[in-house]
């Protein structure tokens, strides 16, 4: 298991994600979010083939791809987020924080 929290930015809604992943390399994912397009991202995943989703070019990823169904803001930092858990949780990278930080 794994859990990420999420602090977007200047739209102030907040996310937390759990990571499950099972023997097979499926992961579910748990997210709570201020956001009413996370809400509805949350909605459609299922059940994630971490290899297939992790393997797949950016553009492939199913994850991105409901991400824009939902009408996700393109920088948007939750879809990274939700493959860093799930990438976590089946053990396939250790847990460190990742910063983006923003100067004019």
């Keep these: 298991m794994s859990k990420v929290s999420v602090a977007p930015g200047i739209c102030g809604f907040t996310t937390t994600i759990e990571g499950h992943v099972d023997d097979m390399?499926?992961?579910v994912v748990t997210i709570e979010s201020d956001c009413a397009q996370v809400n509805k991202?949350?909605?459609?995943?299922g059940q994630i083939?971490?290899?297939d989703?992790?393997?797949a070019p950016?553009?492939?990823?199913?994850?991105?791809r409901d991400a824009g169904a939902c009408r996700l803001h393109a920088a948007c930092p939750v879809p990274s987020a939700i493959l860093k858990a799930i990438?976590?949780?089946?053990g396939l990278a250790l847990p460190a924080d990742v910063h983006v930080a923003?100067?004019?």
Excluded: K, P
């Design 53 to 55: 989703e992790l393997r």
């Design 102 to 104: 923003i100067e004019r």
């Design 87 to 90: 990438e976590v949780a089946a």
């Design 25 to 27: 390399y499926q992961a």
């Design 49 to 51: 083939s971490v290899l």
């Design 58 to 64: 950016l553009h492939e990823s199913s994850i991105y």
């Design 41 to 45: 991202l949350a909605d459609r995943l």
